[in-house]
């Protein structure tokens, strides 16, 4: 069969003009396509060319793919050639064409996976390179061959499932690539499972890849994590192999209840503490550690009535942890047997078992300890009049030891008593006032005084509790009401002015102060006659005339009266000035002596005044004026002689680095003539430095007031003299300078010794004539006469 096949394919290719690289096939050495076989007829031309196939990896190189041919002119006058991929674009050289025969050789390995077809263009010229044929196809197919393997997508692949799953559960799927043609077996990938250990738990589709659970006993705390060892095989398995793992993790459930490690603890803790920890109640969980399957959860059962305890978890150990939140007394209860439960914070799944030790017996042992006493009222409120006498009991501020079974002595004592107002009872705690406290106390605040008494027994170490004592001082009604102003005016005319408005003022506290109540005098009734008070509110009157009344002082004496229990009154003298009045209701000008007379001083006392104080003034002017003119004359003489202002371009050279330019050695303008210092008061920036001075960068003195005259100059010259000699941080202006030796051998003249002489009459200034007109003044001075 195989051999009809071949000589069918053969007797294709002649009938086409075509010699084909079939293997085993014979190849005719030379086609003649226009001559006839006699036995097949007449034969078709060969310029249409089939598909050719050609397998990748082609070792026998080169390799005759096909043979063309023209039947348009006689063997050796055609001319053959090929372009397209593989000839001369890229990949360049794969193939090649005889271009007298026209044989198409295969020149370099194939690779499918790469290119799996070419199209190429096949042409036939004449020796002058007309065309004979029009261009065909020429299309090359690479067969497949398996020469790669399958490559999983990961080397690693995970999954997870939770504990105790049932059959055919999804866990993840493994994925595998084959770069050979996907339409054939070369790419036909199978998986399977190499190992997975004991029992077989997992299982994996083979076209899929799928790896699912295929039995029931996944248990989290028996085994936490899988590894699976997968492969992947080309030719439906049976090809080129791959491998990779699969990590499969158990999910955990909660299917282990927590359980004590002991059916019964036993704790003990100290009396009127809170906030401590008792104990610890350790407890054991096999499900995941930090998940909320494996957190403790606690529950006190029984007790605990009162609510003196409380359990909370420790997220690093799970422990409970039992603390006192309330204080304990041992005298009440010396013991607490208390009944807890432990549960994870996620529910127990159904299928769990129930846990064997999910309860246990907690006894916390109470311990007595020396307990503060402690008040019976606390802070305790009590009231108190105001000016209570020394001794005056205020109240007992008593404590209780609440250590019954022991017998101690309790000791009270103050601790804060500002105004030293108050007495206590070491053994009793009563307190009383030992002096009368102040009304005007600063400690008084909104009418309360606070004081702080402290308690203590006698145990070994002793404990001490504090107590407030708050005391209201009760406003007593203990001044009488005051009028505001006592004196006033009034329009002689009843129906002029408005009337004298009257108040008053009461040192009391309400309730004792307003409303007032103002009444003329019963002592005197005539009042009622002649003046009416009107009440207008709680603390004002006013007062009018019924009718005209004679023009000048009159004293009318007023009784007032608060609304205090008991009432005070007072009656006070009011002095009231009848005057004529304009149409506005005030008094008219005309009527101020009365006004002045009011007030207790007569015209006529007022005249001899005003003409003392004129007669004072005018003895007094002439001794002003004779005093003045004889300063005058004298700051006239003083200053005679420094009109021209010299001195203040004398400079001093015999420092280092002196001369005309240094002009900040000396502060000149204390010189200076008053009337040029005001110009000069200006601020200049920051006052020169004295070089002389040890410590020249001293800050300078304040600046002192300059002279407002002529008369002042002598006292500013002395006290700025006295100023400068005073400053012990420099040496005073006229203190000698003593300099380092500097050498010898100076071309200038050498200069006496300023402390040579102790007087002026030793030198010899007769050199200052020669010096211009400028030391003419000197020379006048110290010169010879």
């Known amino acids: 069969m195989e051999t009809v096949l071949l000589l069918a394919l053969g007797l294709l290719a002649q009938s086409l003009g075509l010699s084909l690289g079939v293997p085993g096939l014979r190849r005719p050495s030379t086609l003649f396509p226009w001559r006839r076989v006699p036995t097949l007829g007449r034969v078709r031309r060969a310029w249409v060319i089939p598909p050719i196939s050609v397998s990748e990896n082609q070792k026998r190189l080169p390799y005759l793919l096909v043979q063309i041919k023209s039947d348009k002119q006689e063997l050796g006058s055609v001319i053959y050639s090929i372009q397209g991929p593989g ?9 090649s064409i005889d271009k007298f025969t026209g044989k198409v050789f295969l020149n370099d390995m194939l690779d499918r996976e790469k290119t799996d ?26 067969v497949d061959q398996n020469d790669n393997r399958p490559v999983f997508r990961q080397e690693v692949f995970t999954g997870q499932v939770l504990e105790g799953a049932i059959p055919g559960t999804y866990v993840t799927r493994a994925e595998a690539t084959d770069a050979d043609d996907p339409e054939t077996d070369n790419a036909a990938l199978r998986y399977s499972i190499l190992e997975q250990g004991s029992p077989q738990l997992f299982s994996i589709d083979e076209h899929t890849g799928e790896i699912r659970t295929v039995q029931v006993g996944l248990d989290r705390e028996v085994v936490a994590v899988y590894n699976l060892s997968l492969q992947v095989a080309d030719m439906s398995g049976d090809g080129l192999t791959a491998t990779a793992s699969a990590i499969i993790t158990l999910e955990d459930v909660n299917d282990n209840a927590p359980e004590f490690t002991r059916d019964e603890f036993f704790l003990e803790t100290s009396e009127a503490v809170s906030g401590v920890d008792v104990g610890r ?25 009162d609510g003196h305890f409380t359990i909370r978890t420790d997220p690093k150990t799970n422990e409970g942890v039992l603390s006192v939140v309330k204080p304990l007394d041992y005298e009440s209860c010396d013991q607490y047997d208390l009944k807890v439960a432990v549960q994870n914070e996620a529910p127990l799944h159904a299928a769990a078992p129930r846990a064997e030790r999910g309860q246990a017996r907690v006894s916390v042992q109470v311990q007595d300890v020396n307990e503060a006493p402690v008040f019976q009222e606390n802070p305790l409120r009590t009231s108190l009049a105001e000016g209570a006498a020394p001794r005056t009991p205020v109240a007992t501020f008593s404590a209780r030891d609440p250590d019954t079974q022991q017998l101690q002595r309790l000791s009270y004592f103050k601790d804060y008593d500002p105004e030293d107002w108050l007495q206590v009872d070491g053994a009793t705690g009563q307190v009383q006032t030992q002096r009368v406290l102040s009304p005007a106390s600063p400690f008084l605040k909104d009418g ?50 408005s009337g004298l408005l009257l108040g008053a003022v009461d040192e009391d506290l309400p309730p004792h102060g307003a409303p007032f109540h103002f009444q003329l005098s019963p002592r005197v009734p005539e009042l009622a006659r002649n003046w009416s008070l009107n009440q207008i509110n709680m603390s004002h009157t006013r007062l009018r005339l019924r009718h005209q009344v004679q023009e000048g002082l009159h004293h009318l004496s007023l009784l007032l009266r608060d609304s205090g229990q008991p009432p005070q009154q007072r009656e006070q003298l009011l002095n009231v000035t009848v005057c004529r009045c304009g149409h506005d209701g005030a008094c008219l000008p005309g009527a101020s002596a009365l006004r002045v007379g009011a007030a207790g001083i007569s015209l006529g006392a007022l005249v001899i005044v005003l003409a003392s104080v004129t007669l004072l003034l005018l003895l007094s002017l002439p001794v002003v004026v004779l005093t003045r003119f004889r300063q005058q004359s004298w700051d006239k003489g003083l200053l005679q002689g420094l009109q021209d202002d010299l001195r203040d371009n004398i400079l001093n050279y015999d420092e280092q680095g002196g001369g005309e ?34 410590f020249g960068r001293a800050r300078p003195p304040p600046p002192r007031a300059l002279p407002t005259s002529a008369a002042d100059i002598v006292d500013f010259i002395n006290g700025g003299l006295e100023a400068a000699d005073s400053d012990l941080s420099v040496p005073p202006y006229d203190t000698a300078l003593i300099y380092d030796y500097e050498g010898d051998g100076s071309v200038a003249g050498t200069l006496s010794s300023i402390l040579s002489s102790l007087g002026d009459e030793d030198q010899d200034y007769s050199c200052l004539q020669d010096w211009g007109p400028r030391f003419a003044r000197l020379a006048d001075l110290y010169g010879p006469h």
């Open 117 to 142: 077809r070419f199209r190429l263009r096949a042409f036939a010229l004449d020796l002058g390179g007309s065309t004979l044929e029009e261009p065909t196809d020429l299309e090359i197919v690479v």
């Open 448 to 497: 309360w005084y606070r004081a702080i008494i402290l308690v203590h027994d006698n145990a070994s170490p002793p404990c001490t509790a504090t107590g407030t004592l708050s005391i209201e001082i009760l406003e007593v009604n203990d001044h009488a009401p005051e009028l505001s102003p006592p004196s006033g005016s009034l329009c002689s005319e009843p129906d002029q002015g």
């Open 281 to 305: 109640l350790e407890v054991e969980d096999r499900d995941l550690p930090g998940s909320p399957n494996w957190a403790a959860k606690f529950t006190i059962l029984e007790g605990d009535p």
């Open 661 to 694: 330019e240094d002009q900040d050695a000396y502060d000149m303008s204390q010189l200076r003539h008053p009337t040029h210092l005001a110009a000069l008061s200006a601020p200049l920036g920051r006052p020169p430095l004295r070089r002389d001075a040890p």
């Open 87 to 95: 000839v001369d674009e890229e990949p360049r050289g794969m193939f």
